[in-house]
């Protein structure tokens, strides 16, 4: 089997999906992730894409070591976020070649459930105390959210850290 294809999905506002080919008709899915930069990551996989078409999905480790060792700048966001979602499509190949979940591939589950949470509020705190008892309705238990109003201006910016003390708003 051989990587026949390196496609990538930029989804608004920030996600990057990458779904990987092959000429056995099998393909898997990664997102390559690093927030608020898609496009870098988009033009990441373009780059690595000569390294893979020909390559065998299963040979995972090869593929990932021959990518990382490949320059003489190794790790950094960009390149370890790239190789996240190509790690994740192959091992997404691997677990349809051998129809197998991929636990089952790295050893077996861990646990038997998982946490979840959902997230309310958007940006703006309208609606949370609503929101929170919605999803208390759905069964669940946790929640992410912001807590606090988008400012109108940033002058409670002080040197990168929250200044309590600054007026926020039009003055």
């Given amino acids: 089997m051989k990587i026949t294809a390196l496609k990538t999905f930029l989804v608004a506002p920030r996600w990057l999906f990458l779904k990987i080919e092959t000429d056995e008709g099998l393909s898997g899915w990664g997102e390559p992730v690093l927030e608020g930069h898609a496009e870098t990551l988009a033009a990441k996989i ?3 894409t000569d390294f893979l078409v020909g390559a065998n999905p299963l040979n995972i480790e090869d593929i990932w070591q ?7 700048y190794r790790g950094g966001p960009v390149l370890m976020s790239a190789l ?4 994740m499509a192959l091992w997404d190949i691997k677990g349809r070649y051998h129809d197998a979940p991929v636990h089952a591939l790295l ?5 038997d459930k998982v946490r979840s949470y959902c997230w309310i509020g958007g940006d703006r705190p309208d609606n949370l105390i609503a929101g929170a008892q919605e999803l208390l309705a759905r069964g669940f238990d946790a929640c992410k959210m912001n807590i606090c109003e988008e400012p109108a201006n940033r002058r409670h910016l002080r040197h ?4 309590r ?3 926020v708003g039009p003055t």
């Fill in 84 to 87: 996240s979602g190509i790690d």
């Fill in 66 to 72: 021959m990518l990382y060792r490949n320059g003489c």
């Fill in 46 to 48: 373009a780059e690595l």
């Fill in 107 to 111: 050893g077996g589950p861990v646990r």
């Fill in 160 to 163: 990168g850290r929250y200044d």
């Fill in 165 to 167: 003390g600054a007026p």
